[in-house]
């Protein structure tokens, strides 16, 4: 990405960093890069996923997309069910088979 998920300093990336928290993205579950401070991660992250843009997102080692694709994703769901799959996302309180505290 470009910055950090504190501070992006681009719209994709904030858009990126709020799509996943809207997603209830465990913090503890990914890391971010700051594409800004190394050229050659820049530059590399491009080649290596064949994608144009930054930021991107991997899951599992797996390339998804940007921030066009997270957003359309977010959209009809697929992300959400994604990340559910992969484990990553804050587990919810209370669960299922949880007796609820009075």
């Known amino acids: 990405m470009k910055g950090t998920p504190e501070t992006p300093q681009c719209g994709f990336s904030r858009a990126s960093i709020q ?14 890069f700051n ?6 991660l820049r530059a590399g992250i491009k080649e290596f996923s064949d994608w144009p843009t930054i930021p991107q997102l991997y899951v599992g080692g797996e390339f998804v997309g ?14 959400g069910k994604m ?10 309180e ?3 088979g949880e007796g609820k505290k009075e």
Request: hydrophobic letters at 40%.
């Open 83 to 92: 990340l559910e799959d992969k484990g990553v996302l804050v587990p919810a």
């Open 66 to 79: 940007g921030c066009d694709i997270l957003l359309s994703m977010h959209q009809n769901g697929e992300l």
């Open 19 to 32: 799509i996943l928290g809207l997603q209830g993205v465990d913090p503890s579950k990914f890391a971010a």
């Open 35 to 40: 594409v800004l401070e190394d050229e050659g």
């Open 94 to 96: 209370g669960g299922e």
